[in-house]
């Protein structure tokens, strides 16, 4: 059973998640309409991922005894003014995420709930590599700039990655 603080905790995460998913949804249709497929792609997959976060945290709670809710989301940036930008969006908006964990996780241990901590571990550890990803895309949207070339390789590269990742979770 989780307490009313905890519930309330998590169902918070769940907007997160669920903002998360319409961030990068946005993020792709901005990549597509600019002829990016490669980032376009990656970003439904991202999106995709993240509506598995929430639906995950949706369960737990329901499962737990509490009630998940499903609130009302604030809309996404659709524009940025170029793909550089975009990327430090999406680093800054996993660092955000993260630090939304990393405060769950200190309320389940105030709390004593020790289930709760064990469910967010999964969390934890896909903050870790979310960061990671979001970190080494940056780095190299950095470095090609705004060179046409450099961003057609890139294109084709990052539809590697979410070929690789799909693969990696079993979703292809
Ligand atoms: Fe569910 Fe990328 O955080």
């Known amino acids: 059973m989780v307490s009313k603080n905890i519930e309330n905790a998590l169902n918070e995460q769940i907007r ?3 903002e998360s998913s319409q961030i ?3 993020m792709a249709c901005w990549a597509e309409v600019k ?3 490669g980032v376009a792609n990656f970003m439904y997959s991202q999106s995709q991922e993240e509506r598995d976060h929430m639906l995950k945290l949706i369960k737990f ?3 737990r005894g509490g009630h998940a809710h499903v609130s009302e989301l604030k809309a996404p940036n659709v524009t940025f003014k170029s793909f550089q ?3 430090e969006k999406l680093y800054e908006h996993e660092v955000y995420v993260s630090e939304s964990i990393n405060e769950l996780v200190h309320i ?3 709390e004593k709930d020790y289930a709760t901590h064990n469910f967010l571990q999964w969390y934890v550890a896909e903050q870790i590599e979310e ?3 979001a970190r080494t895309i940056l780095d190299k949207i950095n470095l090609i700039g705004n060179d046409k070339g450099g961003l057609y390789l890139f294109d084709r590269d990052i ?3 979410t070929i690789n990742s799909a693969a990696s979770t079993g979703t292809v």
């Open 16 to 18: 997160v998640e669920a």
């Open 131 to 133: 960061e990671a990803m």
């Open 159 to 161: 539809e590697q990655l």
């Open 35 to 37: 002829g990016l497929e």
């Open 85 to 87: 930008e975009m990327f």
């Open 108 to 110: 389940s241990l105030q």
């Open 24 to 26: 990068y949804l946005a």
């Open 61 to 63: 709670v329901n499962e």
